[in-house]
């Protein structure tokens, strides 16, 4: 089984549809992190948690806010989703900052 | 604060060829550097890291990467590439005074022709 799953893979919706990604892990980390990942652009931090009471903004936040209800799960929300929040998504866990990240498998989102 | 520039997005080079993927960083305080790879339709995953101690970093797949402070570089090296190396390669880099961020570079796609 995959230490870090996310649901769902794939998904199309519309602009001003709310939507939420989710992420869980089995690794027993920590540090949690949501990027976002456009073409030529690499990597962009969205959002990252310490721990279940401790949530942070990344360089690019506006427009998404998260949930961290466990340990393992760690949510990423667009309230009202629009075109250019089309991209991948990844979700990582770390044990420290210094530490390997270990990535999910990304959520491609659409938004028409 | 800390930025990464990797200076090529795209590198063909021919199956048994070596190859130099190339990483500069920019900080004003110690870093940590590290490569990540991304096959096809996949997450990233760990190739090498720079913690501290000696500047010639081995990891997996055969991959290497020296650290130069003096040029605040941190090229990823291979000798000879195989056409399972085809992905993208990330840079990486966290400054020391950071409880959290690792900022990454655009990417560098890797295709290896037969």
């Known amino acids: 089984d995959a230490d870090v799953t996310q649901t769902p893979r794939n998904r199309i919706t519309k602009t001003g549809k709310r939507i939420m990604l989710e992420c869980s892990q089995t690794?027993?980390?920590?540090?949690m992190y949501w990027y976002r990942q456009d073409p030529g652009l690499g990597l962009q931090l969205i959002y990252y948690s310490f721990d279940v009471k401790d949530i942070n903004k990344g360089e690019i936040s506006d427009g998404y806010s998260v949930s961290r209800q466990a340990q393992a799960k760690f949510s990423l929300s667009l309230e009202s989703a629009i075109p250019n929040q089309t991209a991948l998504y990844f979700c990582a866990t770390s044990d420290s900052f210094a530490d390997t990240q270990y990535f999910g498998p990304g959520t491609r989102l659409t938004v028409l | 604060a800390q930025s990464v520039t990797q200076l090529d997005s795209q590198v063909p080079v021919f199956e048994e060829a070596p190859v130099e993927l190339r990483c500069n960083y920019s900080?004003?305080?110690?870093?940590?550097l590290f490569w990540y790879v991304q096959y096809p339709n996949q997450g990233l995953q760990l190739l090498l890291k720079?913690?501290?101690?000696?500047?010639l970093v081995k990891g997996i797949n055969g991959f290497e990467a020296e650290f130069n402070k003096s040029q605040t570089s941190f090229h990823l090296r291979k000798p000879s590439v195989h056409i399972s190396d085809t992905a993208e390669y990330f840079c990486a880099v966290s400054e020391f005074s950071s409880a959290s961020k690792i900022i990454f570079g655009s990417g560098t796609r890797l295709s290896i022709r037969p």
């Open positions: 900080s004003s305080v110690s870093v940590y």
């Open positions: 720079y913690l501290s101690g000696s500047t």
């Open positions: 690794k027993g980390h920590d540090r």
